[in-house]
């Protein structure tokens, strides 16, 4: 008896990355005191999560081509 295959998501399904960086120690404090204090978010993750996606969404505004933003001498 083979197992019936689980059906197929009707949305395309992203890949996802795991992305490791460095903070400074106080930024990590305040960074832990923002999870403790706010019920929005439950782990670490979900907030780097949100503040990724906030700062894309900003760039792409602020650049609409996708160029970088070219500074005057």
Known sequence: M?????????????????????IERGYYDDLVRVIDGDDHFNRIGDFVREAVLEKIDRWKKERPLGSPVVRSR
């Open 2 to 22: 083979t197992p019936t295959p689980l059906p197929k998501p009707r949305k395309k399904v992203l890949p996802k990355v795991s992305v490791a960086g460095r």
